[in-house]
């Protein structure tokens, strides 16, 4: 079945330390987005791309960096420069068609810092 | 501002009732697009439903509707007969620009629990 896979669901990770989150798509979806979720503040922007080698920042990516090396996959590296990283992490795909582009959802990476 | 804006942190409602979530929207863009997504505990965001600004009627997909309000920027989701896998939190979210601006603005939700 299509999707969007995430990995890993839970991440623990020390002050200081980079970590890489993992979003992977077999949708043939061209757009792909990272969220973070906070408890009471919704869904926010980190960082998008629309298509293989281009991405663009979203509301809050300072401490974030991405890359599109391929239409599939759009990791996101959480760096030490991220001063509040602990949330839960959304990754989503669309099409990128005019109209109502849905977006797909994965499960979610849940990250905390120790 | 807050574009996007939803009033009730949280709601119980009875089972088989019907249940409206509230959501009123800012933009200043004549077209733009109003979506519902929920999400279980699980975490993962499932799609609802979706209406587009110059949408004539209001959108329906099986037990869920909006109800497009377009001069009170109103886009509230009426969910019939409700179910006890109805309960998870819902999130309106809304788009500016079909073509281009492919973000989406969430607002902050409403935690829905339907009670047997």
């Known amino acids: 079945d299509g999707g969007i896979t995430q990995s890993p669901k839970y991440l623990f990770r020390k002050e200081g330390q980079n970590v890489t989150l993992s979003c992977e798509q077999n949708?043939?979806?061209?757009?792909m987005y990272w969220y973070r979720q906070d408890p009471g503040q919704g869904l926010r922007l980190i960082y998008y791309s629309q298509i293989v080698n281009d991405f663009q920042k979203g509301d809050i990516a300072e401490g974030y960096s991405v890359s599109r090396e391929k239409k599939e996959s759009f990791p996101l590296t959480v760096t030490s420069a991220q001063k509040n990283p602990t949330a839960f992490y959304l990754c989503a795909s669309s099409k990128d068609t005019p109209g109502a582009n849905v977006l797909t959802f994965g499960a979610g990476s849940r990250l905390t810092v120790l | 501002a807050q574009k996007i804006t939803q009033t009730q942190p949280g709601m119980f409602v009875q089972e088989k009732e019907a249940v409206t979530l509230d959501c009123t929207y800012d933009t200043s863009d004549p077209s733009y697009g109003l979506f519902w997504y929920k999400q279980p505990s699980s975490g993962e965001m499932i799609f609802l439903i979706y209406q587009g600004s110059y949408d004539q009627q209001n959108a329906t997909e099986g037990r869920y509707s909006l109800n497009f309000q377009k001069a009170r920027k109103s886009a509230n989701l009426v969910i019939s007969a409700s179910q006890l896998g109805d309960s998870a939190m819902y999130f309106c979210a809304m788009r500016e620009a079909p073509f281009g601006n492919e973000k989406l603005t969430f607002g902050t939700g409403t935690r829905l629990t339907i009670i047997p």
């Open positions: 949708l043939n979806h061209d757009a």
